[in-house]
T-cell receptor, first 113, second 112 residues
């Protein structure tokens, strides 16, 4: 069974601060995704990374896939209250996994004005 | 284009009651999934359907059954609800080149 350990579980910061969320596993993933979820709604895909060492940027969000494709990070620069939400990483093993995803436990981010 | 829809949005059951959660997608996706979300545990896969006519167990299938009615619809049934099944349930379908999943708005289920 593949596991994804996500940390920290909670983050409470002030507007303008930077933060990093980590997602680690002992297993190799063919791709890794980051989702954001707001209260009362389903997760929404932010990004997919597929190549070891890959870095993708989405405005103030930077996503990195580890060289060995076992870990990933999400860095937010100058956080804003609108970034508040639950962030989830999810890995896909590829092959005959039929697109099944293994999710991390999630990081609840609160950005205070 | 509604994406993934789920009904009901909220449900309260008594222990031992049964119910079916409905899910439908209009994106012509082959694969569909049912997850449950509990605090501090992310999303855990209950059952999935790789294509119309096939279903298979996920990580936490006990106490649940599913039906892939057609390509659009994938339902989840609780035959005899237990308090441990109190959770938020999400349906998803898969599309795109890298297994992106698209989620419905969820069903919040409480079993008393």
């Amino acid at each position: 069974t593949q596991l994804l350990e996500q940390s920290p579980q909670f983050l409470s910061i002030q507007e303008g601060e930077n933060l990093t969320v980590y997602c680690n596993s002992s297993s190799v993933f063919s791709s890794l995704q980051w989702y954001r979820q707001e209260p009362g709604e389903g997760p929404v895909l932010l990004v997919t990374v597929v190549t070891g060492g890959e870095v993708k940027k989405l405005k103030r969000l930077t996503f990195q896939f580890g060289d060995a494709r076992k870990d990933s990070s999400l860095h937010i620069t100058a956080a804003q209250p609108g970034d508040t939400g639950l962030y989830l990483c999810a890995g896909n093993a590829g092959g005959t996994s039929y697109g099944k995803l293994t999710f991390g436990q999630g990081t609840i981010l609160t950005v205070h004005p | 284009n509604a994406g993934v829809t789920q009904t009901p949005k909220f449900q309260v059951l008594k222990t031992g009651q049964s119910m079916t959660l409905q899910c439908a997608q209009d994106m012509n996706h082959n694969s569909m999934y049912w997850y449950r979300q509990d605090p501090g545990m992310g999303l855990r896969l209950i059952y999935y359907s790789a294509s119309e006519g096939t279903t298979d167990k996920g990580e936490v299938p006990n106490g649940y059954n599913v039906s892939r009615l057609n390509k659009r619809e994938f339902s989840l049934r609780l035959e005899s609800a237990a308090p441990s099944q109190t959770s938020v349930y999400f349906c998803a379908s898969r599309g795109g080149g890298y297994n992106e999943q698209f989620f419905g708005p969820g069903t919040r289920l409480t079993v008393l």
